[in-house]
């Protein structure tokens, strides 16, 4: 979710307070109810606006939906695209950041599960979004995960088109089980995928294979 310090060309500062209320107030209700359960009127009334007083913001329920899932999700992308340093935040430390903090918004997870689920359907007007949202995703952690090899601080026989759907998977499996059961450690079993996988991909690891080519 944006913390509302930049503002869009033509809002005022107090419209851009009415759009994060507008947003929270929908997080919960799309979450319970996904898209098509939850109605604009449900919205308004949990903002404290009235209906006009909502489409003055959002024309319409699908412009809500995107701009629910665009804002409530961007700060992944800033933490896997953080290059703000020379020492740029490891894969794997950004995206234990990214479960740490999904795991103190469980709103926010429950919205993002039910959203996608409800996306598949060709016919949702989110499935284009998830569709590249997951691509721009997988794309992201291929170009870390690339530039390791190139350093050669990982196994250069280690294909990452298949590895980086199966990190994907996982964060996003852990997450539903943690829905269903909050007991869960879903940050602790993140760590201990993270190590394994770790070990088993280092350049150091036993297993990788002898490519060297000089005579």
Known sequence: MTDGTKRRPGTTAKGELTRAAILRAATPLFAEHGYRGASLASVAEAAGLSLPGLLHHFPSKE???LSLVEEG????GRLLSDDSSEERLRLFDALRDIVE??????????????LVTESIA????AHDY??????????RISLDLRASQVAKEIRCDI???LLVPVIVAVMDGLQTQWLLDPDIDMLASFQVFCELISN???ASSSGAPDTGTES
């Open 73 to 76: 999700y961007h700060a992944d």
């Open 159 to 161: 294909d990452t088109t």
């Open 200 to 202: 088993a991909i280092d």
């Open 122 to 125: 060709v016919g949702h007007p």
């Open 101 to 114: 903090r999904n795991q103190s918004s469980p709103d926010r997870v429950k919205l993002f599960t039910v």
């Open 63 to 65: 412009v809500l939906l």
């Open 130 to 139: 998830f569709v590249k949202r997951y691509r721009k995703v997988r794309h």
